[in-house]
């Protein structure tokens, strides 16, 4: 699921960037691609916020959590708003598209992170998938 969601966003923003970059969008048409995105893309996050902490011993489960959440803020809190400002600020409809060609291929990334890394955890229990360290 999380590595399907994550492609599926990525292929809609990269339509959806290709589109605005050639002036083919309306206010309508660009906020109902995006909807349809970030119904594909919010479900992909956070499941891999909870599969990450699913892998983790009990004990250390929070600080996972709290690690790779405050590590996606940044990148999407900090570093995002600063580039898409600097992309935006060109004036260029083509440098945005860049942009938006670089979230897309961090998207594939983290869709083939996924796969190659992703840990099968459905019907299990979590002290199946990571046994508790007090369990040693």
């Known amino acids: 699921m999380i590595a399907g969601t994550f492609t599926i966003s990525a292929f809609i923003l990269v339509v959806t960037g290709w589109l605005f970059s050639q002036n083919a969008l309306t206010v ?10 970030f119904f594909f893309a919010s ?54 598209f860049d942009g938006y060609l670089l979230a897309a291929a961090l998207m594939l990334a983290a869709a083939v992170v996924e796969v190659i890394l992703g840990v099968d955890a459905e019907q299990s229990s979590l002290e199946e998938i990571a046994q508790p360290l007090s369990s040693a």
């Open 28 to 37: 309508f048409t660009q906020t109902g691609l995006w909807t349809v995105m």
């Open 43 to 96: 479900p992909a996050a956070s499941s891999a916020y909870l599969t990450v902490s699913e892998i983790f011993p009990l004990e250390v489960r929070a600080l996972a959590i709290a690690i790779f959440y405050s590590a996606g803020t940044a990148a999407g809190g900090i570093g995002a708003p600063w580039l898409f400002g600097r992309l935006i600020d060109s004036g260029s409809r083509l440098a945005l």
